[in-house]
């Protein structure tokens, strides 16, 4: 199997992933240690993204890695139903039809749904697997699939028993356009710019007179309950025990002092609205306040809220029915009609929208399921604390710890159709007047209807006997399954062998933007149900962001396509460049032109890979054994390289440092074998000594091929295809072998040498800086030159006995030792700790002609730093420019201003020479 001269990435790729499938080489073994991860599921509906391929990655690496390092590696892949986000889909195919699911009916839709997620929900980990992730694909779940819906009643039913569940009405985050409740963390509070009206409330008892407050919401007004002024204020003394009107709908008001109310905001008074604002709420309760639900669930005026035997009060027409934001804008041209809009100013709200679909949330009203969540945040957090649950980088700690001291009660009911419908239902007979039927062919349950909790719906009601019931037409939070996923996925409630061995999974590796959704209700559940955490590490990668750091998104046109990159540049190149920028705590600032370079890098190994096979004799190499026996000095030297490298790399990856083991890697197979490694052992593969070459080829094999293991996991495709070649030529082909089941490296410090490593360290000195010189000098490549070197006796012996690495690396024609005496004149000199270098200049260049080229480009030089220099000084370009432009035109500035030096300091050695003082 010869290696052809380009790595084509498409064929090679779809080549071996199919191939591991077909061995089953994702499987855990049954022996080893066990290594468990479970995937981050993505949603259902998702497609690749940028953040999805960084934290595969990550977690692959370490899959390939603890899987050839001797573990049983047990990866769980799967998908999230996501509630809200895939019953959006799948009701904008049914309006591109003119339907809608009320039309469908609840079964029929979630029918349609399932359809909807057989046809196009594998999409995402088909693209995971062109990413080359090794999860177990027999262990492949999904968050609504029979066993996890059994885990999920099982999970909310033994919450009910404990007394960690309850129903109540309470005010909750609604979104007008999914129509649902949602989690307080569902939803995203963004600075905005708002207003801040000022409206007269007059005294009942005095009209002419009255407390103006202040409103950034003037709609809620019509569902206000009190105003509110704090007692130590003394601009209202005169007001507490008082009652004003309420413009426009005339309802009395009491004005109550509470310690709530800052007096610095707006005027101090502030408008009561227990239905429709969280505090306000608070405040209702605590005072007994009336709470009036102003907005039905499209938020939109609800006219119940007004009417009283039927009547509608006249003021009602104008609004009922009116969206909450068309509503404001009649009631603010109202209260200015009545001279009651004493001033409006420019004022910055942080306005809560749904994290789904970006609409405006509204506090609302309604009877929903939640969780008791301190007593299940206590324990998450004294795991953390005491270290059972390592958090990485540290630092996010302290963010688990300042939300969960501060967490609420967590909703998990969601008024949509597809979910994990809540295993609760409701005798008919019995709560006959508590459940409401709805237009839409569904019903509602009052805040009094009395839940039956159950694994599986009840025969007969308990209290009356009847046998008919309704369910509980709300489903869970996604998250809430979501949160059981660590054990769920193993078998749980059953004490499979998976859950046994695998439980607690290793290491979580995640984004930081689902620290809470997440993480801290999978440390909850799994405390709660399987009394131990769901993981011992949780690694926190950052994001991936453009070249200039800006969040991708499609509106900025700044997105780069993952599958598009992977098409253009190879798979493996994309991972590396992944790995090589995730630097922990840091944000991946990505740019099209580091894939390249690392492309570069993946050609490199190939064309190093062809070098070493073909200089390799095949079979006859591998009888000759291992790496034993006396070395000259570059085998021993690469072999102690590659022993510091694999520790190195060992230490980064197991201490998540993804980024310095790519580099680790990328230094030693490019700077060290390729670069030197290589080129010193052509003298001994071109030389005439048989035995030195014999040596030679076996540790070209040997290296080679413990690059490509160390490699392996960011790198999977080119060193599966790479060593599969290695093994051909060797003789040792097995065709169920795979590279990601070869043990790791290992090295002990016996196998680094330092003394050998000091050694090459000095050649490579002198060597580069003769290469160093003839750059200076622009003297010809294919130009040997001689040399004359003054040092002690010690670092002479040593280039006396390795000289032919320095000819062949430096081109040198001959070499002079010498411990004292004068320096030669008209010499181009370099000095290296205590050992000096001269070559003489008239063996590398003609000096009138290099002084006319050096003074050419001098000029050319300087003619474009001036340009540079003039754009850097023009105050417009740096305002207008962006800040990346800007950089590399400083950049640009440096290199040229360094350059010049050099060409001047090359001059000046010219001049030197030619009046005789060098």
Known sequence: MELPKAYTHGEIESKWYRRWLELGAFRPKQDGRPFSMVIPPPNVTGSLHMGHALNNTLQDILARYKRMDGFSVLWVPGTDHAGIATQNVVERQLAEKGQNRAQLGRAKFIERVWQWKEEAGSTILNQLKALGVSCDWSHERFTMDEGLSRAVREAFVRLWEDGLLYRAERLINWCPRCKTALADIEVVHEETDGHLWHIRYPFADDPRNGLTVATTRPETMLGDSAVAVNPDDPRYQHAVGRKVRLPIVGRELPVIADAYVDPAFGTGALKITPGHDFNDFEIGQKYGLPIICIFDEDARIRAAAFTENSRAPAWLHKYKDRDRFEARKLIVEE?????????????????????????????????????????????????????????????????????????????ISRQIWWGHQIPAWYCVACEAGHIVKTGQGDFMLTKEAQPIVAREQPDKCAVCGGGEFVRDPDVLDTWFSSGLWPFSTLGWPEQTEDLKRFYPTSVLVTGFDILFFWVARMIMMGLKFMGDVPFRDVYIHALVRDQEGQKMSKSKGNV????????????????????????????????????VGYQNFVNKLWNASRFVLMNLSGAETAR????????????????????????????????????????????????????????????????????????????????????????????????????????????REDSKATIMLQPYPRATDGDIRGGIEDRVGYLMEITRAVRNLRAEMNCPPSKEVNAIVFGSDGNLSLLRDQERYLKSLARVGSVEYRTEGERPKGAATAVIGETEVYIPLGDMVNLDEEKSRLTRELGRVEE????????????????????????????????FEEKI??????????????????
Not at 579 to 594: N, P, Q, S, Y
Not at 673 to 681: A, L, T
Not at 873 to 893: L, Q, Y
């Open 901 to 918: 030096r050099t060409l001047n300091l090359s001059l000046g050695r010219i001049g030197e020479i030619s009046e005789g003082k060098a």
């Open 864 to 895: 474009e730093l001036s340009r540079v220099r003039k754009k850097l000084g023009n105050s417009d370009f740096i305002a207008k420019a962006k800040e990346e432009v800007v950089r590399r035109e400083k950049e640009k500035a440096a290199e």
């Open 624 to 731: 000759r054994g291992g790496v034993d026996g006396k070395h000259n000095l570059a085998d021993q030297w690469i072999l102690s390289r590659l022993a510091a490298t694999i520790a190195k790399a060992r230490e980064a990856v197991e201490s998540y440092r993804f980024n310095e083991f790519a580099h680790h890697l990328y230094q030693f197979t490019w700077h060290e074998f390729c670069d030197w490694y290589i080129e010193m052992s052509k003298l001994a593969l071109n030389g005439g000594d048989q035995n030195e070459r014999a040596k030679t080829e076996r540790v070209l094999a040997a290296v080679l091929e413990n690059i490509l293991f160390l490699l392996h996991p960011i790198m999977p495709f080119a060193t599966e295809e790479i060593w599969h070649a290695l093994n051909e030529k060797l003789g």
């Open 335 to 411: 209260l200015k009609q009545n001279g009651l809009l004493e001033k409006v100013e420019p004022y910055r709200v942080a306005l809560g929208r749904c994290y789904r679909c970006q609409t405006p949330v509204e506090p609302y009203l309604t009877p929903q399921w939640f969780v008791n969540i301190k007593p299940l945040a206590e324990p998450a957090m004294e795991v953390v604390r005491d270290g059972r649950v390592k958090i990485i980088p540290e630092g996010w700690a302290n963010s688990y710890f300042a939300w969960m001291e501060n967490i609420k009660d967590w909703t």
């Open 560 to 595: 780069i396509d993952p599958l598009d990159v992977m098409g253009k540049y190879g798979t493996d190149a994309f991972r590396f460049t992944l790995a090589a920028m995730a630097a922990m705590g840091r944000d991946v600032k990505l740019a099209e032109e580091r894939i």
